[in-house]
């Protein structure tokens, strides 16, 4: 499986971003997203994930995102979708996609390139 993310850019506060990454490979070899960010000095955090596999589509969101980020799907376009809503300074950071091996994305398998946001004024 191969992925690839974009959607980053610059973005005030409060602003709105839509990130994607687009999953090339077989869908029988992974069954979950996840979407990762990395802020410079920072460990890496994990900010939600959501099953490929599964005809809900199940969600999960850091607290930190919770209810400002919303995590979807488009299996016909082989693309998950990040948006994200009323961003903060404290969400700069290089963002990431993950495909995982389970649904609830506990057992990463292979990670796409990251791509920059920064919330400015």
């Known amino acids: 499986v191969q992925l690839q993310a974009s959607g980053g850019g610059l973005v005030q506060p409060g602003g709105s971003l839509r990130l994607s990454c687009v999953h090339s490979?077989?869908?029988?070899?992974?069954?979950?997203i996840a979407w990762f960010r990395q802020a410079p000095g920072k460990e890496r955090e994990r900010v939600g994930c959501?099953?490929?596999?599964?005809?809900?589509?199940?969600?999960s969101y850091a607290d930190s995102v919770k209810g400002r980020f919303t995590i979807s799907r488009d299996n016909a376009k082989n693309t998950v979708y990040l948006q994200m809503n009323s961003l903060k300074p404290d969400d700069m950071a290089v963002y990431y996609c993950?495909?995982?091996?389970?649904?609830?994305?506990?057992?990463?398998?292979?990670w796409g390139q990251g791509t920059q946001v920064t919330v400015s004024s």
């Open positions: 993950a495909a995982a091996i389970d649904s609830q994305c506990r057992v990463l398998k292979r």
């Open positions: 490979g077989p869908t029988l070899d992974f069954n979950g």
């Open positions: 959501i099953a490929i596999s599964s005809s809900d589509g199940r969600t």
